[in-house]
């Protein structure tokens, strides 16, 4: 028997890949009578950039004028994905309900998702990658191959197709 999927976590890194899946997501949801949760995870500036900051900050205050810009980031990206939420919930605005929560994390990619999807009780992940051309079938993206190398429950890989009518960029800004 088939457990049942009640929560379903959906990360992207707002490539035009990761809005084709979420429309992956939003299906399996619907066809499960489940929640989604959306993850985007900014990803952590390189241990040697960020200690050479630490060490010659370009201005006087830097740990301080990076927090708020890094907030500030954090609460435009969670608005551009509540408006492609909505965008795509045009036509059906009971599909909102399936959305359980938005969130935009700092840190190492992989890492984030595993543990988002372990404190969710996540029952799927569903995630796009970058493979394309030659290398499509030997290579899924690092982010994704670092998730199915760890992961314990099942994930929804999906490839992007040589068209799409969806994409983050075109969302109106907030």
């Known amino acids: 028997m088939i457990p049942k999927i009640n929560h379903i976590l959906y990360a992207t890194d707002l490539s035009e890949n990761s809005a084709y899946t979420f429309r992956y997501a939003i299906n399996s949801a619907e066809k499960h009578d489940a929640?989604?949760?959306?993850?985007?995870v900014q990803d952590r500036i390189p241990a040697s950039l960020e200690a050479l900051l630490k060490t010659n900050p370009p201005t006087e205050n830097w740990e301080a004028y990076d927090q708020n810009k890094n907030e500030q980031m954090k609460k435009y990206i969670h608005k551009r994905l509540e408006a492609f939420c909505q965008r795509e919930f045009k036509y059906?605005?009971?599909?909102?309900?399936?959305?359980?929560?938005i969130e935009v994390v700092d840190g190492d990619p992989a890492g984030e998702i595993l543990q988002k999807a372990d404190d969710l009780k996540a029952d799927l992940v569903v995630m796009g990658t970058h493979g394309k051309g030659l290398l499509a079938h030997a290579f899924l993206g690092s982010v994704a191959e670092k998730?199915?190398?760890?992961?314990?429950?099942?994930?929804?890989?999906?490839p992007l197709p040589e068209k799409t009518?969806?994409?983050?960029s075109d969302v109106q800004k907030p």
């Open 92 to 101: 059906y605005p009971t599909f909102m309900n399936r959305i359980a929560s």
């Open 35 to 40: 929640k989604i949760h959306i993850l985007h």
């Open 147 to 158: 998730v199915l190398n760890r992961i314990k429950i099942p994930v929804f890989i999906i």
């Open 165 to 168: 009518d969806i994409s983050f």
